[in-house]
């Protein structure tokens, strides 16, 4: 049985950045940069320097709204990265970007706090983008309430190198929601007040799991957050259609419209052009759906 946090809620359809309040009456595109060289999508891999300014260039050209920036690869079978490589990764993606483009809003995946930290307080990161909910780093939850900046929360069980050991659920979507209810309480009793549920596609769930977990997106409207989906070719496509990551953006796709017909208000992705383009016709024929409505 599910349960609501806060009766009566009407949900916060802004995100504070920077004292700044950024509406998501229309749906945000992420556009994803990974300083990494082992992410499963090699053309999202930028480690130089004119790589990393190309590929803000892009994804503000082709709609972006802001950009979610890892250097940790979170894949099943990617290798522990020490604290101090991630940091250097990161600082020096963060640098190219405040000098380039200082306007522009910028996530951090990290699950670490103390590497959160320096991102927001030496770099200017905007957002924080936990994979792992607090789990792996139990300062997390204190870190993001002491920099009052908004925080992803992420459903996962155990490690990227483990997390595909845990897709033994009793009922999966019970305790997903018991699971964000516990932490949004959490988080709220320590004063974060932006915070936007991401329910971990492709983390500790398993092909068939995904989709169930899709067709339930709904559901999380009892939260009264933000949801952010993050299944850009994705090994649920793939798997289930056959190919690879390079040949996943049609069933990227239609699953971005499908998530954004039931809810979704970020679209996490690797193609920013094709998601804009299903952010702007899902709105058109939404703004149609209710004239008519408003007509009959």
Do not use: W
Request: proline share 4%; with cysteine.
């Amino acid at each position: 049985m599910y349960f609501c946090l806060k009766q009566g809620k009407t949900m916060n359809k802004t995100l504070n950045i920077r004292g700044k309040l950024i509406s998501l009456d229309s749906p945000l595109v992420m556009g994803i940069l990974n300083v990494t060289p082992d992410s499963f999508y090699a053309e999202s891999r930028k480690q130089s320097e004119k790589a990393i300014e190309e590929r803000v260039q892009a994804i503000l050209a082709e709609g972006g709204d802001m950009i979610d920036l890892g250097g940790y690869s979170s894949r099943p079978d990617a290798e522990e990265v020490a604290p101090k490589e991630e940091m250097r990764r990161l600082a020096f993606a963060l640098e190219i970007i405040r000098k380039h483009y200082p306007e522009v809003m910028v996530s951090v995946d990290t699950f670490r706090a103390d590497v959160a930290r320096s991102c927001v307080e030496d770099y200017g990161a905007d957002i924080i983008n936990d994979i792992s909910g607090g789990e792996l780093d139990p300062q997390m939850f204190r870190t993001v309430a002491a920099l009052q900046v908004p925080y992803i929360l992420m459903h996962m069980r155990g490690t990227p190198q483990t997390m595909q050991q845990f897709t033994t659920y009793t009922d999966m979507m019970d305790e997903i929601m018991r699971y964000f209810a516990d932490k949004v309480n959490r988080l709220h009793q320590l004063g974060v007040n932006d915070i936007i549920l991401d329910p971990g596609f492709g983390f500790s769930k398993t092909t068939d799991q995904n989709y169930a977990l899709m067709s339930h997106l709904r559901e999380f409207r009892l939260f009264d957050l933000p949801l952010l989906v993050g299944i850009s070719r994705k090994s649920m496509i793939y798997r289930f259609l056959g190919g690879t990551p390079a040949e996943s953006l049609n069933g990227t796709t239609i699953l971005n419209t499908y998530a954004l017909l039931n809810g979704a208000h970020i679209l996490r992705v690797h193609d920013v052009k094709e998601a804009r383009e299903a952010v702007s016709i899902v709105q058109k024929i939404t703004f149609n759906s209710q004239l008519s409505t408003l007509n009959s």
